[in-house]
């Protein structure tokens, strides 16, 4: 499947949705001509020249749309990130223009039973320590459940 057709389902998901969570983001770049067989060798000896286009950032076209700003839907991002944690989630949390962002040291945690969450939100951040990652994704659901009346009725 491409990014375009996840980002086909997630609008149209987001239609009757109150919570879009992106735990993941499809790849940044697509090939600008995608070739549908292998691209093989042509004798020159030189690598093929590959020229890509952006793909359209699914989680910044929600959170900017109307059901977003209408506060009908709450818009979760993720960050994984290998250095500089609270500084990078807080700067994409302001980009996306999201209620929360959820943040943490990838690199470290890929392929471990365990992780440790960092929240980031209008007024500050708070860590959710080191545990299960199923019980981090209970208490991330639980935050959100939290957070969710008082943000729609602002």
């Known amino acids: 499947q491409s990014a375009g057709q ?35 060798k042509d004798g020159s000896g030189l690598p093929p020249v590959l020229h890509f286009v952006e793909n359209t950032d699914i989680l910044l076209t929600l959170a900017q749309g109307e059901r977003a700003r209408s506060r009908k ?11 500089n944690l609270l500084a990078h989630a807080r700067a994409k949390r302001e ?20 992780n440790s969450l960092l929240l980031v939100d209008a007024q500050g951040e708070r860590e959710l320590p080191q545990a299960p990652k199923l019980a ?3 208490a991330l659901v639980e935050e959100i459940a939290t957070r969710l009346p008082a943000w729609s009725n602002a």
């Open 6 to 40: 996840m980002l086909e389902a997630a609008v149209a998901a987001s239609r009757e949705a109150s919570v879009f969570i992106a735990t993941a983001a499809v790849a940044d770049w697509r090939p600008a001509t995608p070739n549908a067989q292998k691209i093989k």
């Open 95 to 114: 980009r996306k223009g999201i209620p929360l962002l959820v943040g943490n040291i990838g690199p470290l945690t890929f392929g471990q039973d365990d």
């Open 136 to 138: 981090l994704a209970r």
């Open 73 to 83: 839907l709450y818009c979760v991002g993720f960050a994984a990130e290998s250095e």
